[in-house]
């Protein structure tokens, strides 16, 4: 059975920094790409950034890049969205999702979700 956990979401104020987790198992390819969305209140879900396990290429959308991070440990089967200088307009629940390819920030391409954490940023 294929599960994504999310992790690491949390309250901070303007400026500071969270960095949320990802932890996958049960997924049968070992070259993935791993991506992580974000959808605040009364908007719809948008992709923020991911990484393809295979060669590490990473993709962010213009607002993060800068400030976000993405990393993963092929050991753990985990990623890592390192988020830094954060702003009110990053508030939103974020998640992590999986597939085959990375070649798309279309959300069709990614099978497997998580469940989301939430990320609030006070001004």
């Known amino acids: 059975q294929v599960q994504l956990v999310e992790s690491g979401g949390g309250s901070v104020q303007t400026g500071g920094s969270l960095r949320l987790s990802c932890v996958v198992s049960g997924i049968a390819y070992s070259r993935k790409c791993i991506a992580w969305f974000r959808q605040a209140p009364g908007k719809e879900r948008e992709a923020v950034a991911r990484?393809?396990?295979?060669?590490?290429?990473?993709y962010y959308i213009a607002s993060v890049k800068g400030r976000f991070t993405l990393s993963q440990d092929n050991a753990k089967n985990t990623g890592y969205l390192q988020m830094d200088s954060l702003k009110p307009e990053d508030t939103a629940m974020y998640y992590c999702?999986?597939?085959?390819?990375?070649?798309?920030?279309?959300?069709?391409?990614?099978?497997?979700w998580g469940q989301g954490t939430q990320v609030t940023v006070s001004s």
């Open positions: 999702a999986a597939g085959p390819l990375c070649g798309s920030w279309s959300q069709g391409f990614f099978n497997y």
């Open positions: 990484i393809y396990t295979g060669d590490d290429s990473t």
